[in-house]
């Protein structure tokens, strides 16, 4: 079983920046992250097939996947963050060699999760 491992999750200002990580086990498929605030539905934030990533309107412009292929991990590099980015963030991955359907947003593709990270951004 494939397990996904979350780190960088913490508390910051408005405006300030955190970097997600999340490491695999050993080799998977289209990875990606979504996120879940308070009382909200879990939402995909980006994802990343080899060279394709998408963004979330929400995401664009102030959020950056990358995988580092040979160790397994997959970051999130978050800029600008606001209060609205609150919520447990996870990492998701497809078995290995199967690519992102669609923008790569729909939980139900997703077969390995993360415990989450938690990031709370105060205003």
């Known amino acids: 079983q494939v397990q996904l491992v979350e780190s960088g999750g913490g508390s910051v200002q408005a405006g300030g920046s955190l970097r997600l990580s999340c490491t695999a086990s050993?080799?998977?498929?289209?990875m990606a992250w979504f996120r879940q605030a308070p009382g909200k539905e879990r939402e995909g934030v980006a994802s990343?097939?080899?060279?394709?990533?998408t963004y979330a309107d929400s995401a664009k412009g102030r959020f950056t996947i990358s995988e580092d292929i040979p160790k397994n991990t997959l970051y999130l590099q978050m800029s600008s963050l606001k209060p609205e980015d609150t919520g447990m963030y996870y990492c998701?991955?497809?078995?290995?060699?199967?690519?992102?359907?669609?923008?790569?947003?729909?939980?139900?593709?997703?077969?390995?999760w993360g415990q989450g990270t938690q990031v709370t951004v105060s205003s």
């Open positions: 998701a991955a497809r078995r290995k060699a199967w690519s992102c359907t669609g923008d790569g947003f729909v939980s139900g593709d997703y077969i390995y």
């Open positions: 050993e080799p998977v498929g289209c």
């Open positions: 990343i097939w080899g060279v394709l990533t």
